[in-house]
């Protein structure tokens, strides 16, 4: 959710949106444009009630208020029931959202043979045979960029190791219909991960909607790598172990709102994964839903003693999620899940000579293009 406070000659105007660009466009609508600029939009942050006084001069800073806390390091540190407790809160979640659906609609379930999407599959079809349906609905959609890419590899291993090889169906697209800078115009956003990320989604998404012009359904794998903390630290220079397992939520939201290096355009973590999932999504007519995502499936992992485990390790912690996610599935589904080596989704969907051309990591070149797309408006 997004907002911008606008000026009238009655008084302040506060409109909101889900988008910078209908921010932009209800602006134009009114004559207000000359308002307008995309820095000036603001983004409700993750796990929190936004306040905001209409009247004041000047506009006084709005008041963020924390509904969700969820506590830190209280499980022990039994492999077993972390991840059996883990496991059971995505399989209820899953639960509550199917029986909310139409039981005539198929699901998809973008699929990389990676560790967040194996478990989300492995989830739906016992799902859908405990709940006496068929899991016919079920369909595993893998991106292959020109034929190439490790991702349709794991995947084909991940279903035969399961015996699942007849939920899976390969998306073979063309590395010319992958387009970084039309992604930055559907996610409106310009940092070179989400980006990419993003240009693959939408040719996915663009590749299933091709083949079945009535789909909806989708569930994803988006959250996984947050709560359980599986991200290169090494790739960030502002990160160390030590920030990443003692902040709370850190790769959910952020520095925090109260944090100098807080984004009040993008709000940081969870909202920018968000929109780059839901905004893709819904260019293309889909429903997405994340297990992940959800406030009883964090509360598992906050309660995760990280530094306990890992004891300053990042092979420990890269580590980790595998271990949990694996006995978890075990415990929970009575089934022996793969486990492979991590990859981005831009990375494992092309071959590894055409990954360094295909995404360059231009984010300078992203930025100019997400600053043109206001430039009329501005």
């Not at 209908?22 to 000359?34: C, K, N, Q, V, Y």
């Not at 029931?81 to 809160?89: D, F, K, P, S, T």
Request: aromatic share 10%; proline share 5%.
């Amino acid at each position: 959710m997004r907002y911008f406070l606008a000026k009238a000659s009655d008084g302040p105007v506060l409109i909101v949106a889900q988008r910078i660009d209908e921010i932009a466009a209800e602006l134009a609508r009114r004559g207000w444009s000359a308002q307008f600029h995309p820095s000036y939009t603001r983004m409700v942050p993750a796990h929190h009630v936004t306040t905001l006084r209409l009247i004041g001069c000047p506009d006084p800073n709005p008041v963020h208020r924390r509904f969700f806390d969820p506590p830190r390091g209280t499980l022990s540190g039994d492999l077993d029931l972390i991840g059996r407790q883990y496991i059971e809160a995505v399989y209820s979640e899953l639960r509550r959202w199917l029986a909310a659906q139409d039981q005539a609609m198929p699901i998809g379930v973008p699929f990389s043979g990676g560790i967040d999407s194996g478990a989300i599959l492995l989830c739906l079809y016992k799902l859908l045979l405990n709940e006496g349906q068929t899991p016919a609905r079920l369909k595993a959609f893998t991106l292959s960029v020109d034929g190439e890419g490790e991702d349709a590899r794991q995947a084909h291993d991940f279903l035969r190791l399961t015996h699942l090889e007849m939920l899976g169906e390969i998306i073979d697209v063309c590395s010319t219909s992958l387009d970084p800078l039309g992604a930055v115009a559907v996610i409106e956003d310009y940092k070179s991960l989400d980006v990419e990320c993003a240009a693959v989604n939408l040719a996915l998404l663009a590749g299933i909607r091709g083949r079945y012009p009535d789909w909806r359904l989708l569930v994803d794998g988006d959250g996984g790598d947050e709560n359980l903390k599986d991200y290169p630290i090494e790739e960030n220079s502002e990160l160390t172990i030590r920030s990443v397992v003692n902040n709370s939520m850190l790769y959910q939201e952020g520095w925090g709102v109260d944090s100098i290096k807080h984004s009040l355009t993008y709000s940081g973590g969870y909202s920018r994964a968000c929109v780059r999932t839901y905004a893709c999504a819904r260019e293309y007519g889909f429903y997405g839903f994340s297990p992940y995502t959800r406030p009883s499936v964090i509360a598992v992992a906050e309660a995760i003693p990280f530094a306990e485990l890992t004891e300053g390790s990042h092979e420990r912690l890269y580590a980790l999620k595998g271990e949990i996610v694996s006995r978890g599935i075990r415990f929970v589904l009575g089934l022996e899940m793969p486990i492979f080596p991590k990859r981005r989704f831009q990375h494992g969907s092309v071959s590894g000579t055409q990954a360094a051309r295909l995404f360059p990591q231009d984010e300078a070149r992203y930025r100019r293009h997400f600053e043109a797309l206001h430039a009329s408006v501005v």
